[in-house]
């Protein structure tokens, strides 16, 4: 070997030795993220999001007309009975009180968006509690904390019971006619579902080695659930949360449909369009094809990115 | 007075029925009785088959497992009645390793948050500083590099996880290390470094080990005293040398004899110890002698008396009544142990044609103590055909006499 490829390999190793020194290692969610940024499915939803986030932002800016400007009856039915359809300046035509839909859609993302968003944290943070206290009681909490996480289950299971619509439409009427309602209606359907997946996924990693040997090493019992198995048992709640929002906004869809959305006219919703359409869907589909087109897009964006997040925290695709 | 003293130790999980009000229908007899003392500095290995009870007894010092009945005492204080907060605090002393390296690493932890846990709840340390010098100083030992500190279990091989694992325990400086199943997970040689680490990590700190395992090469190598558990209690105790020299319970005998000897004269000539049947159900044990089911010498005496583990000199102690006359050759075996009877018994009842073949082939080693003979051979192969056709319908018959000449030629073949 000549003294020249020697230096040369001398050099190569000293290079190797000190990109290691340097190194950091890569978390798993950081690992999780690198994946997520490689799925066709996250970035085609996100996309998806993003366009919805900014349109909700951005929307009564944007639009041409006041979403509850109305004009003359003349003008709505040109031809007797007929609405006016996508022209010039009403790209997606008017509706029976001779609103401009474009402009309606426009500022309805930012309600739907809204309620999505509110109806599936209220669910989360309740779901979470109830379902954190019962599993952190359940793998923990000895003879005792087994039977109090039984009777929190068993309320759970109360819930989960009742048909979702129904109990949401049956808060909603509660409450009364208004959007606090219809996000606390969808929001409370949710909480079993939170509720059941956290504590199932604690139960889990309750059982395994590590947490037995942070017992061994004298950890605190809430140092231990906080510390060591609720980090593990995040990722199908999260994925669950994305999953979620696409039924919350179909959900508060379907309550404004049955007439226990906003009374509001002045905020347009596109539940709210849904509702309206219905009645002239003979005369006019696509006064309903609008804002259903809308939802289900948006609703299809989270799941893309719920399904891809669902893959990349997948552990068994770690590599 | 030695550092750890277990008497009388039961581990008896309940069999729960019913959904919202539990109703006890059994217990599980995990660990029904264990005695046992392990003296500071040394090693005490535990053997035992897959659900013998030897990993819940290892729990069941650490408190990890509810103690049912009898006392764990530690340098004085016994374990089984300290109340949770004092509990805690005792873990300090006592650690454990676990069997799988993976699983018990948090997944999510970096390394320096794995390591520096411990010493946070014991409050080991002013600072994270002064933690992360002696977590360093700790890697060291094990050998591993300190750029470890910031990475992930994942990125490390088993060899290194386990390393993370025994420094785990290291950081808080215990007395007693109980290693459950230390290298079981870990291919061969990566087994023998991480042995060897531990035997230098007891030299050099003087660590008292309590070392679980199925691997009886790896508990002769590592162990002062070895005990041998079956079924939820100690069948027999003794210094690894003389254990290893002349077992004398009955299951330790088939224990070892299970062990292959690497030179293969001797291991032809040897006798070999075949037990019969599964271990029976801890959750419905066997009356008398846990053994009985099983035991090849077994007396009537011993399905009605449990033995207590005796002392037979040297520090030898065996739980069998008969242990003596066993070794005198006074007692008959009452049960087929050998391995040419159960490998005949198994050939008698085989269902299939081609199994008279298999079992002809079979027969070959275990007969080399004399020349095998062409004919003999030949001889043996149709007699156990001729012994299966007897229970079997013509057409099968007709089957098995179309396999024989075929079956004897092939091994008149091998024998040539």
């Known amino acids: 070997m000549s003294v020249a490829t020697k230096t040369d390999k001398i050099q190569r190793l000293a290079e190797l030795a000190a990109t290691k020194e340097t190194a950091t290692g890569a978390s798993l969610w950081r690992e999780a993220f690198r994946r997520l940024k490689h799925s066709k499915m996250a970035i085609i939803g996100a996309v998806i999001i993003a366009l919805f986030i900014v349109l909700a932002i951005v929307g009564p800016y944007i639009a041409p007309y006041s979403p509850t400007a109305q004009t003359w009856r003349g003008e709505v039915f040109p031809n007797r009975g007929e609405f006016v359809g996508a022209r010039g300046e009403n790209w997606f035509g008017l509706d029976h009180l001779g609103r401009d839909l474009f402009s309606r859609f426009l500022v309805g993302a930012r309600q739907t968006l809204l309620v999505g968003i509110v109806a599936t944290t209220i669910g989360l943070i309740i779901g979470f509690v109830i379902g954190g206290l019962a599993g952190a009681f359940a793998t923990l909490g000895g003879d005792t904390g087994k039977r109090i996480d039984s009777v929190i289950m068993r309320f759970i299971d109360i819930m989960l019971a009742m048909p979702s619509l129904l109990l949401a439409v049956s808060i909603a009427a509660v409450m009364g006619q208004s959007l606090t309602a219809v996000m606390i209606a969808v929001g409370v359907v949710q909480i079993p579902v939170f509720a059941r997946l956290l504590r199932g996924s604690m139960l889990a990693q309750g059982t395994s080695d590590y947490v037995l040997a942070a017992q061994s090493l004298g950890l605190r019992k809430r140092r231990i659930v906080l510390s060591q198995v609720i980090p593990n048992s995040l990722s199908p709640v999260i994925v669950q949360a994305t999953l979620s929002l696409a039924t919350a906004i179909i959900e508060a869809a379907a309550l404004s449909y049955l007439g226990l959305g906003n009374p509001d006219p002045a905020i347009p919703e596109w539940g709210v369009m849904l509702t309206q359409a219905q009645r002239f869907f003979d005369n006019a589909p696509m006064m309903a094809v609008y804002p259903a087109v809308g939802i289900i897009i948006t609703a299809l964006g989270f799941t893309l990115l719920g399904e891809a997040m669902r893959e990349a925290l997948d552990p068994k695709l770690r590599g | ?416």
């Open chain 2, 1 to 416: 007075m030695s550092l750890l003293e277990l008497d009388g130790v039961k581990v008896h999980f309940p069999i729960k029925k019913g959904v919202l009000f539990g109703r006890t229908v059994g217990h599980v007899y995990a660990v029904d009785g264990v005695s046992l003392k392990v003296e500071a500095g040394e090693t005490y290995g535990l053997v035992g088959e897959s659900g013998c009870g030897k990993t819940t007894l290892g729990r069941s010092v650490l408190r990890l497992v509810d103690i049912t009945e009898g006392s764990v005492v530690l340098d004085g204080t016994d374990l089984a009645k300290l109340p949770g907060e004092e509990m805690r605090r005792f873990r300090r002393r006592l650690q454990m390793v676990f069997q799988d390296p993976l699983g018990s690493l948090n997944p999510r932890q970096n390394i320096e948050s794995i390591l520096s846990e411990g010493m946070v709840a014991h409050g080991i340390g002013k600072d994270q500083e002064e933690r992360r010098e002696k977590i360093k100083s700790i890697l060291d030992k094990v050998g591993l590099p300190s750029n470890a500190l910031s990475r992930y279990p994942h990125e490390f091989s088993g060899g290194q996880r386990q390393r993370i694992g025994i420094a785990r325990a290291l950081v808080l400086e215990p007395d007693v290390i109980i290693c459950d199943e230390p290298v079981s997970a870990l291919d061969v040689s990566v087994q023998a470094q991480v042995i060897n680490l531990l035997e230098e990590l007891q030299e050099e700190l003087g660590l008292t080990y309590l070392v679980i395992a199925h691997d009886l090469a790896v508990v002769r190598h590592i162990s002062d005293t070895i005990g041998v558990m079956y079924l939820g209690s100690l069948v027999e105790e003794a210094p690894s040398d003389a254990l290893y020299a002349e077992p004398k319970h009955p299951y330790t005998k088939a224990l070892m004899s299970a062990v292959p000897v690497p030179d293969p004269e001797v291991e032809d000539r040897r006798e070999r110890i075949l037990l019969t049947g599964d271990l029976p159900s801890p959750a419905n044990p066997p009356s008398g002698c846990r053994f009985h089911t099983r035991c090849p010498w077994v007396q009537e005496r011993c399905s009605t008396e449990r033995p207590e583990l005796r002392d037979v000199g040297g520090g030898h102690r065996v739980a069998c009544h008969y242990a003596d006359e066993i070794e005198s050759g006074a007692l008959k075996r009452t049960r087929p142990t050998d391995i040419e009877a159960v490998t005949e018994t198994e050939g008698v009842v085989t269902e299939q044609p081609e199994g008279a073949t298999e079992v002809s082939v079979a027969l070959l080693p275990a007969d080399s103590t004399t020349k095998p003979d062409p004919e003999v051979v030949k001889e043996r192969v149709s007699s156990a055909v001729e012994a299966r056709s007897d229970q079997t319908a013509d057409a099968v018959v007709k089957d098995a006499d179309a396999a024989n000449p075929n079956a004897s030629g092939k091994t008149s073949d091998e024998t040539d």
